[in-house]
């Protein structure tokens, strides 16, 4: 069972990360603690060396003009301080003899002169003649048996004697080893804290992360009401937790508004497909060829408002989804204003309406003409459909700073109340309206897929006003809004 919890344990994404962390950790702390022993050695032995190069320098001095009884003296003082040098840290029971300072006076075959020195001293001589000595800074001597070796400094004389001082290593590194493994100790239980530490964290910032991912498992159609609770850290995570929410916010209005779509599909759709099933089964029971052919042409006729029902939800589904393929163009709006006010003028007069332009400088912007032109004749066709006679329709065009803005103003009786704050809806239609509910939907869509926006203003004497705002900055290189 153990085993199995550790399996488990290993493959979590805390464990690796802390590991990871750990693993830095203490490679970066060993590094700090190796710099810092390296550094208190290479201490200890320099100011190790510079007493014994300043000791054999003053006795050599003294050695030029003293006696050898008063070198003798002055060899067993010096031995006695040098003894008490506070480098010189005191050996464990078991190094006593090896703890050990000497100063001896040898000529050319190195065979004592004086000597002050302990009962070790025919170990050290033996040492001394071994290694060949000779004049030079100071250096490391190794004794036959002994764990530590001595640190030696020699000087030659005038008469070519060689006077040599030494001091025993074992109780300094004896302090280095102990400094050492006090330095292991510390960096285990540093180590061990770093990977508690570094575990904690990160198990309880992937706690966070797991309650994401729980909501996230839990959430199903009928669950999309449910949301991750608001966090107040201002990290990753709370970014993550607020951008989830948003999508959830976003799926759920989209199937609520798939959902809207389908009944408000399902319902217009019921009349048509009812008259022209009763048409058809007129045209059946008719008695005479040309009733049939009427009933027919009424049935047709049905299946294009269907088809044009089905093209415009599809069209304005599109649209709204960012699914539209954009075939932008240097395009100039007055052109295409001018072009459909012309168009549209004879159907103005001929209902009784006022249609204007007011378009007084070119208006270029990179975009979709075909989308925009539809949108115009969307917001036309409501005009020339809902509009009594008498009334006036202006389309003006006009750069505002970096954007361009459409504007198609009557002097109407304006929107219903009940329907303003949702005029750009899908099928959303006046009680009289007759048609899909779809128009207005496509206009916002064709703002929106352009970067713009698009707006109803009803202003104080009457009327209304349908205001589109797109960018004329070029788009990137996409092509795509």
């Known amino acids: 069972m153990f085993s199995r919890v550790r399996a488990r344990v290993r493959r979590t994404a805390a464990w690796r990360l802390s590991a990871l962390a750990t693993a830095v950790f203490a490679v970066g702390t060993a590094a700090v603690f190796a710099v810092a022993y390296l550094t208190l050695a290479a201490g200890i032995r320099q100011r190790g060396d510079r007493w014994l190069d300043g000791e054999t320098g003053s006795l050599a001095e003294l050695a030029a003009t003293a006696s050898r009884a008063e070198l003798a003296k002055e060899f067993a003082s010096e031995a006695r301080e040098l003894a008490l040098h506070q480098l010189s840290a005191e050996a464990e029971p078991e190094n006593e003899d090896e703890n050990v300072v000497f100063f001896a006076l040898l000529d050319r075959k190195a065979t004592p002169l004086l000597v002050s020195a302990p009962s070790s001293w025919p170990k050290i001589l033996a040492a001394l003649k071994a290694s060949h000595l000779r004049p030079g800074a100071p250096r490391s001597l190794s004794v036959p048996d002994w764990e530590y070796p001595l640190r030696i400094a020699s000087r030659t004389l005038p008469d070519g004697s060689l006077l040599v001082a030494g001091e025993s290593l074992a109780g300094d590194q004896e302090l280095l080893d102990e400094t050492v493994q006090n330095l292991a100790w510390a960096w285990g239980a540093v180590t061990l804290c770093g990977f508690a530490v570094s575990w904690f964290s990160i198990r309880r910032l992937l706690a966070r992360v797991d309650a994401v991912t729980e909501v996230a498992a839990a959430i199903g159609p009928e669950q999309l009401g449910r949301r991750l609770p608001a966090q107040t850290h201002g990290d990753e995570i709370a970014r993550l937790v607020a951008t989830f929410n948003v999508m959830l916010d976003r799926i759920e209005t989209s199937l609520a508004q798939v959902r809207a779509i389908g009944d408000a599909v399902a319902h217009d759709l019921r009349s048509p497909i009812t008259a022209i099933r009763g048409a058809l089964e007129m045209a059946l029971t008719a008695p005479d060829l040309d009733q049939a052919r ?51 003028l004879p159907a103005a007069q001929e209902r009784g309406l006022a249609l204007a332009l007011r378009a007084p400088a070119p208006v270029e912007v990179c975009a979709d003409q075909a989308l925009l032109r539809r949108a115009l004749t969307n917001l036309l066709d409501n005009a020339l459909a809902h509009l009594p006679a008498e009334c006036e329709v202006s389309v003006s065009v006009r750069n505002v700073g970096s954007t361009a803005v459409i504007a198609v103003a009557d002097s109407g009786p304006g929107f219903p109340p009940e329907i303003r704050d949702r005029a750009f809806e899908r099928f959303v239609r006046g009680h009289r309206s007759s048609g899909t509910g779809l128009g207005l939907a496509l206009v916002r869509a064709a703002a929106i897929v352009h970067g713009g926006t698009v707006r109803l203003e009803q202003p104080p004497g009457g009327g209304s006003v349908i205001v589109i705002e797109i960018p004329t900055a070029l788009p990137s290189p996409q092509g795509r809004a």
């Open 294 to 344: 009427e009933r027919a042409a009424s049935a047709i006729e049905g299946l294009d408002r269907l088809s044009a029902l089905l093209d415009a939800t599809l069209d304005a589904s599109e649209a709204e989804a960012g699914a539209v393929r954009l075939r932008r163009e240097p395009l100039d709006l007055r052109v295409l204003a001018e072009d459909l006010v012309e168009l549209y």
